[in-house]
């Protein structure tokens, strides 16, 4: 875990500079509000995982940090603030605050924070096909494996079957399932198979990388329902753990790392960071 933990703090300060280069250079002919929005939903706090989790895609194929890696894992952020601002709207979470400080529809309006996310997501995939340094072919692979994380069949079906689960009367366990698999998962696993794709990944290490993002992914959300059990309990919301039970969730969410830890032992010493992650998911209290 500790090993993830010093990546993680030693990659933030050049993915936050990376953003702020990119947004400079949208400015000249990007509309005033329209900026300012962006720009205040890029810096609410946010811990930078996915963008962070694309390098060490990168990494553990023996790739160190470079400029074209930093503006791929720039997208993956963009994308990744996208889906806040959206899932904070009124129509869909109704939520008035995300990381303490007021969402973007409460802090400018409802229209002005729809097209943010719109502005960030068509955004994202001009930074992936601007990339100097990664080949043509990867840059289409990048992208193709991005849409399928956040489209129809993705994040955002995820986010569907999330609504429906509140007028559902009978929820399994593999309804959530669908909906952490979708709307959480696919996109921790597009961000670390964008940096493998760019580091020269081949078709074991995207099978082995995609084993992994899947159960961290599926894990990283089972266990913020953990955290949240007792006031799930009360507010009678439907999560894997209400579902399942605790004994099983816990088990469950073990054998998820497990799994993940092992399918990419080969790549040891440079697992240690990925590795470290898995680690990170299961032990963290937020």
């Not at 096909?129 to 072919?137: D, I, L, N, Y």
Request: proline fraction near 3%; include cysteine; glycine fraction near 8%.
């Amino acid at each position: 875990m500790e090993k993830f933990k010093a990546y993680w703090k030693k990659s933030c300060p050049k993915i936050d500079g990376k953003i702020h280069a990119e947004l400079r250079g949208l400015k000249p002919y990007t509309p005033k509000r329209l900026y300012s929005a962006m720009e205040y939903a890029l810096f609410t706090g946010g811990k930078r995982l996915r963008p962070v989790l694309c390098l060490a895609g990168a990494y553990v194929l023996g790739k160190e940090v470079t400029p074209a890696l930093l503006r791929l894992a720039c997208s993956v952020e963009f994308v990744h603030t996208y889906s806040l601002i959206h899932d904070d709207l009124p129509a869909l979470d109704n939520d008035d605050y995300r990381r303490g400080k007021l969402t973007c529809h409460k802090k400018f309006d409802e229209a002005t924070a729809v097209l943010t996310g719109d502005a960030l997501l068509t955004h994202a995939f001009e930074l992936i096909t601007g990339t100097k340094g990664v080949p043509a072919e990867r840059k289409v692979w990048i992208v193709n494996e991005l849409v399928r994380a956040i489209g129809a069949g993705g994040m955002i079906g995820g986010q569907v079957v999330d609504l429906e689960l509140i007028t559902k009367k009978k929820v399994l366990e593999k309804h959530i399932h669908y909906v952490y698999r979708h709307k959480t998962a696919d996109l921790i696993r597009a961000s670390i198979i964008t940096g493998a794709i760019a580091a020269g990944a081949e078709a074991d290490d995207i099978k082995r990388l995609s084993i992994y993002a899947e159960n961290v992914g599926l894990a990283f959300q089972v266990q913020d329902d953990l955290l949240d059990y007792n006031e799930d309990v009360k507010a009678k919301r439907v999560t894997y753990p209400v579902v399942a039970g605790l004994n099983k969730t816990k088990d469950d969410l073990g054998i998820m790392v497990g799994n993940a830890k092992r399918v990419i032992k080969k790549y040891l010493p440079r697992a240690d960071v990925l590795q470290g992650f898995a680690e990170f998911v299961i032990n963290r209290d937020r």
